[in-house]
């Protein structure tokens, strides 16, 4: 294959991507804007592992702007196992991460990954309060934070993912693209038609605005490495191990590789159609959106060598874990059947729609 067949091979693959996933994304964007505007996460000071793991699970957070809000919730005071619990399960998926590995692989399999990610937090919050809290240099250290790396830490996070970042007032995380002197801070001065216009407004200007902003990167660097291994795969030859080995070839690429929870899921898909298993793909959905070289780093930082530990070994049982269940239950992926019948007319428009949203933040973001 020449350099122009790839090229043709990889923009006809990426187009048809677009089109199949463009509804589930703009859904996704849009209870993920629901959940930011009228959700509110005031301190999770006296909240304990399972209900972090519960409040983490649905949260659109990626791994690397989880990092500011985790070390917020331990300043503030909160335990620092349920601090663990949040830090595993949220970055693992998402209600946006939910909806679209819906619409790729089956609900079923949609509320796997939620449940394992649910459990991994938990297990990882009671290892870390039974094994790992003793090697944290007193929970006063964790509590108070260290200022003069936090900021170093939010800085290094320049992933489209991370534009959402901690405040240590009234809600656990809030937009920097939002007008804090007209935005949601406002709201509460205002009761009846004023508040409920006002949430409106501030809910149509973060999905049509906001969240295109924030996810543009996200989306376009998901579907092209997507586009790339589907074109790779299937036209040279390379080595496709079959469970359980391929769960650990999975492992060893999704582990380097910083990808958020909604865009790893049409790369999951990619693999799957390629050759690999479906559960090699849930290795790939749980572990890479919850690895990346700045949560490590913040993790060995502030929860030591056995808080890392416990991280990382959790990640990867659960990765491992959910794979064989995934296998072992048959499950299959939808999106080669929906590729081949071709885009509806409403998934036509879908795409026009988030090609438009899409085409107006990358010129805002070029200006």
């Not at 972090?52 to 005071?77: D, F, M, Q, R, W």
């Not at 309060?129 to 006063?140: D, M, P, R």
């Not at 790939?284 to 990346?292: D, E, I, K, S």
């Not at 059947?337 to 409403?346: H, L, M, T, V």
């Amino acid at each position: 294959m020449d350099l122009i067949e790839f090229a043709k091979e990889f923009v006809r693959s990426f187009l048809n991507m677009w089109v199949d996933f463009s509804i589930w994304f703009l859904l996704g964007m849009f209870v993920a804007s629901v959940i930011e505007v009228f959700f509110k996460v005031s301190s999770l000071k006296n909240v304990g592992i399972f209900k972090a793991a519960v409040i983490g699970v649905p949260l659109p957070i990626c791994s690397c702007s989880i990092v500011p809000i985790t070390n917020s919730i331990v300043k503030s005071g909160a335990k620092v196992e349920a601090a663990m619990s949040f830090l595993i399960s949220t970055p693992m998926t998402g209600v946006d991460a939910i909806i679209a590995t819906w619409a790729v692989f089956g609900w079923e399999f949609a509320f796997l990954r939620a449940g394992i990610a649910f459990l991994a937090g938990v297990c990882g919050g009671l290892l870390f309060k039974f094994f790992g809290e003793a090697l944290v240099e007193g929970a006063e250290d964790l509590e108070a934070g260290v200022d003069g790396k936090e900021e170093k830490v939010r800085l290094s996070c320049n992933s489209a993912c991370c534009h959402h970042h901690y405040h240590e007032e009234d809600s656990l995380f809030h937009s920097h693209h939002l007008d804090h002197d007209k935005g949601d801070a406002t709201i509460d001065k205002y009761s009846g038609k004023e508040r409920i216009l006002k949430k409106m407004n501030s809910l149509v200007k973060k999905f049509f605005f906001e969240q295109p902003a924030e996810l543009l990167d996200t989306l376009l660097i998901g579907l092209m490495i997507s586009a790339f291994f589907s074109v790779v795969f299937s036209h040279f030859k390379y080595i496709v191990l079959k469970p359980p080995l391929a769960y650990f070839e999975i492992l060893f690429l999704a582990l380097p590789m910083y990808v958020c929870s909604v865009s790893s899921v049409p790369i999951a898909a990619s693999l799957v159609l390629s050759g690999f298993s479906v559960g090699s793909a849930f290795v790939f959905l749980l572990a890479g959106p919850a690895t990346n070289a700045i949560t490590l780093r913040f993790v060995w930082q502030r929860f030591k060598l056995r808080g890392f530990l416990v991280y990382f070994g959790v990640v990867v049982a659960a990765s491992l874990v959910g794979a064989f269940l995934v296998d072992s239950l048959g499950f299959k992926v939808a999106f080669a059947e929906s590729s081949a019948k071709g885009g509806s007319y409403i998934n036509v428009i879908s795409a026009v729609l988030l090609a438009a949203m899409m085409g107006y933040a990358l010129i805002r973001k070029l200006r």
